[in-house]
């Protein structure tokens, strides 16, 4: 009989560019095609990390979270070696079963009752918000309506002091660099937001909160004993952390989608009932989440090659949401297209807490805009916010042409 070599353990390939560069963060989807074609999973030559691009493999890792897991750090620095920056988030940074606690304690916060109760208000403030604008014809829609939205009732939600809510921005938007590497972006952004990190560790103690807020719901879940004071005051800066400048921006890249294809905001426009549909396409085209890390807690074999365990391994959400694999003409925003399975809100145990909730605003903000504007006309060119995370706009000039 021959002698069958079975080829194992393999290195997979290389990937020289660094995916927390300048270069690679300013215009990620070029760069995700390379990774995708490159392999079900490469060597990040930059970090000593491995990453994933493609749809299958990016998904099958968020499902095995006892192989792939997120107690040693869902960013960069691997908790097991280094001292995070801050406390672990007991959702995000958490395996079961201690993750299943503190997620069905929110899960109940969050809930679809509370929400439907919210959107009447949110409905309102986004009508009058997006009446002002368009009375103004130019405007920026990065802050005076992606930010100027969530601020507007985010902050009530939670139960927040009035004074310095605008430091929620900056505080995530150092938070969201913390998961990449300790490059320009962290440094900056963390030297930027210690008044706001200090601002948010006030916000989130009982005595700071409303009594009528999702922060307060949290603190008499303490006091019905499902978890600790300490561990509530952990759980609100979760909603502070995560709650702001996803939304911020998922509203962002949203509109820049429909400034970019008039056809779309058109199709829209004649039939308002796609607009659920429009919401996940423009999840799924350009996901304001672009990446997160898993650690290995074992060995993974991938058509031959080997990601040893302990290894940090880069999950590339945006370039999964556009693999061709997966979505046929996958880099055209498509609002009639069914883009649900997209991962834009993760998948598994973590999948986003809070998607009801934002979409539930991008939907009040769509709702506003629909018989309001005829055209979001590009009015300018647009500026990024670059995010070791996010895939973030700075600024989205544009003329709201009136209906
Ligand atoms: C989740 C936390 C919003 C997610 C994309 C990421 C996230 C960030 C922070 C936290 C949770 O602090 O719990």
């Known amino acids: 009989m021959a002698p069958v070599t079975i080829k194992t353990g393999a290195t997979p390939p290389g990937f020289d560019i660094d995916p927390f560069s300048d270069t690679f963060l300013a215009d990620p989807y070029a760069y995700h095609a390379e990774l995708r074609e490159a392999g079900p999973v490469v060597h990040l030559a930059s970090h000593d990390v491995y990453g994933m691009a493609r749809y299958g493999e990016v998904s099958d890792a ?26 672990p988030s007991l959702l995000l940074e958490t395996d079961p079963p201690v993750h299943g606690r503190t997620r069905r304690l929110m899960n109940r916060v969050v809930s679809l009752s509370a929400l439907k109760a919210l959107r009447p208000a949110w409905q309102a403030r986004a009508d009058a918000l997006v009446g002002g604008l368009v009375a103004r014809r130019q405007i920026d829609i990065v802050p005076d309506l992606a930010e100027a939205f969530p601020l507007a009732i985010f902050p009530d939600t939670i139960g927040l002091p009035v004074e310095g809510r605008e430091l929620l921005l ?25 008044a706001a990190i200090e601002w948010v560790a006030m916000a989130c103690r009982r005595e700071n909160l409303s009594a009528d807020g999702w922060g307060m719901d949290v603190y008499r879940a303490a006091d019905a004993g499902d978890c600790s004071e300490d561990e509530a005051e952990r759980l609100v800066r979760s909603f502070l952390s995560a709650g702001v400048d ?21 199709a829209l426009r004649a039939d308002p009932s796609l607009s659920r549909r429009a919401i996940e396409e423009g999840l799924r085209w350009d996901s304001t989440v672009q990446t997160f890390f898993r650690t290995t807690t074992r060995d993974i074999a991938i058509e031959g090659c080997t990601i040893p365990e302990g290894s940090k391994v880069l999950l590339f959400y945006a370039a999964a949401n556009r693999d061709p694999r997966k979505w046929p003409d996958a ?28 979409r539930q605003e991008a939907e009040v903000v769509l709702n506003a805009l629909i018989p309001r504007v005829a055209e979001i006309r590009l009015a300018g060119p647009i ?21």
């Open 383 to 403: 500026r990024r916010r670059l995010n070791n995370t996010l895939h973030a706009l700075a600024s989205l000039p544009v003329e709201l042409v009136p209906a």
């Open 170 to 194: 900056d505080h995530a938007l150092a938070a969201f660099n913390g998961f990449g590497p300790r490059n320009h972006l962290f440094e900056q952004s963390h030297a930027r937001a210690a």
């Open 331 to 358: 880099d055209r925003f498509d609002i009639t297209r069914n883009a649900s399975g997209h991962i834009a809100f993760g998948y598994g145990v973590h999948q986003c807490l809070g998607q009801m909730v934002a």
């Open 246 to 266: 996803t939304t911020v921006n998922g509203i962002g890249n949203l509109l820049h989608a429909f400034a970019l294809y008039p056809d779309q905001w058109r």
């Open 62 to 87: 968020l499902r095995d979270w006892a192989a792939f897991c997120s107690s040693r750090g869902v960013g960069l620095s691997d908790f097991a070696r280094e001292a995070p920056w801050r406390p």
